[in-house]
């Protein structure tokens, strides 16, 4: 049975950083392109960052590059996303997910999802 389970999210002020981590189990983690979604209340979920099964190449939206940075730990079985620079609007709930697919970007190509964890940017 296959496990993706977030951690680290929280409540942060504005230019603030937060480190989210997830867990999997139950799948070659290293298989698997790794990404981050995000959805805030009344939007739909959106592509926020994801990483290749070495973790040699990464996509990031354009609205969190240069403030978020994505990794991956295949000796762990972890993805982190690295939020700095912290904005108002990055106020969402953000899903951890797996692949096999090519196209990380796509939400529907993404096999497995975590349950999700909540940021919340005070301004």
């Known amino acids: 049975q296959v496990q993706l389970v977030e951690s680290g999210g929280g409540l942060v002020q504005a230019g603030g950083s937060l480190r989210l981590s997830c867990a999997a189990s139950?799948?070659?983690?290293?298989?698997?392109?790794m990404g981050w979604f995000r959805q805030a209340p009344g939007k739909e979920r959106e592509f926020v960052a994801a990483?290749?099964?070495?973790?040699?190449?990464?996509w990031l939206a354009d609205s969190v590059k240069g403030r978020f940075t994505i990794s991956r730990d295949n000796a762990k079985n972890t993805v982190h996303l690295q939020m700095n620079s912290l904005k108002p609007e990055d106020t969402a709930v953000y899903y951890c997910?797996?692949?096999?697919?090519?196209?990380?970007?796509?939400?529907?190509?993404?096999?497995?999802w975590g349950q999700g964890t909540q940021v919340t940017v005070s301004s």
């Open positions: 990483i290749t099964w070495s973790g040699g190449t990464t």
């Open positions: 997910a797996a692949s096999l697919g090519l196209v990380p970007t796509v939400e529907k190509l993404y096999d497995y």
């Open positions: 139950g799948l070659t983690f290293s298989r698997y392109v």
